[in-house]
């Protein structure tokens, strides 16, 4: 089974990577006026069903994956 995991700063926190891609897409010509930059973590799981799995995550998103104070996370589970 795999998990995709999509990391985001949460709104309102300051993106300071966001903004210096923003300001180089300005650069380049491209009208941009908010950029967030967050990260991608693809797992493989060995869990019964998609249920345990995204309890698993959920809980590797507490402990270490996400810092819950300045970020969200979105989980997707993908049955194989």
């Excluded at 908010?34 to 799995?53: H, M, P, S």
């Excluded at 809980?59 to 589970?77: D, G, H, Q, Y």
């Amino acid at each position: 089974m795999k998990a995709v995991v999509l990391v985001r700063p949460k709104g309102g926190i300051l993106d300071p990577q966001g903004e210096a891609v923003r300001q180089s897409l300005r650069k380049l010509g491209f009208e941009v006026s908010k950029v967030r930059v967050g990260r991608v973590v693809d797992l493989e799981l060995t869990a019964g069903d998609a249920r345990e799995a995204a309890a698993a995550v959920e809980k590797m998103c507490a402990e270490l994956l996400a810092n819950p104070l300045i970020e969200s996370f979105e989980i997707t589970i993908e049955d194989e």
